[in-house]
């Protein structure tokens, strides 16, 4: 019997990760933020500062089969393509394991073909005013701090999203719902979408 995920994207600021994890604890499931995956692209063999390189949308050259080893890397002539194709495995393994929810990751683009699993792709977004707030009060910033982060970090996320799908973060193409966090807050927005799950798939447990 196939089982669910439910894949979030969201804008920095916009409180998807704390919205994710309220859906995972009430369908009682599995929940996997950015920090839990990039631990285990950390364990497979990925460095952190390849993976970061990665994100700011660099090209990190290896040094080919025949060249220096570096690694489990050496037959990869581009490290970003390896990086790539290590993350896209890694999301597909925890969708396939069992039922859960993903923050972030490309994930809803990565899982968007697969029939192994009940499938719900969620984008969550917040105006610019309301994530800088959020910002605020989440980092101890000042208005003007927290407005550079915001923009340093929408930079980065999209060049990430931008390698590995070729579409921007936003694109409604990949996800089957679209929600600003800020009409319904943390809680409302969750149990949206987990009357959306209901709906659609029934239950949301094994």
């Known amino acids: 019997m196939r089982h669910l995920v439910i ?19 009430d369908l009682n499931i599995k929940f996997y933020n950015r920090e839990l995956v990039d631990e285990i692209i950390e364990e497979v063999g990925i460095p952190k500062e390849i993976m970061e390189k990665v994100e700011e949308g660099g090209t990190i050259a290896g040094k080919g089969a025949e060249g220096d080893v570096r690694g489990s890397f050496s037959k990869y002539a581009d490290l970003t393509d390896r990086v790539i ?12 394991k069992e039922s859960c929810v993903i923050i972030g990751r490309s994930a809803d683009y990565i899982l968007k073909d697969s029939d192994k699993i009940n499938l719900l792709r969620a984008f969550i977004y917040a105006p610019d005013d309301v994530r800088i ?32 799908t070729g ?12 929600i600003d966090s800020s009409y319904l807050g943390i809680e409302g927005t969750a149990d949206y979408i987990e009357e959306l799950v209901r709906r659609k798939f029934g239950s949301g447990e094994e």
Do not use: F, P, W
Not at 11 to 23: T, V
Not at 167 to 174: F, P, Q, Y
């Open 7 to 25: 894949t979030i994207g969201c804008e920095y600021g916009a409180k998807g990760n704390a919205i994710g994890r309220k859906i995972a604890e």
């Open 85 to 96: 194709h290590v993350q896209k495995q890694i999301i597909r393994k925890l969708a396939e």
């Open 133 to 164: 707030h959020n910002i605020m009060e989440s980092h101890n910033l000042t208005e003007k701090d927290a407005r550079i982060l915001l923009l340093e970090k929408d930079k980065r996320y999209h060049k990430r999203h931008l390698a590995l």
């Open 167 to 178: 579409s921007n973060r936003g694109d409604r193409h990949n996800r089957n719902i679209l």
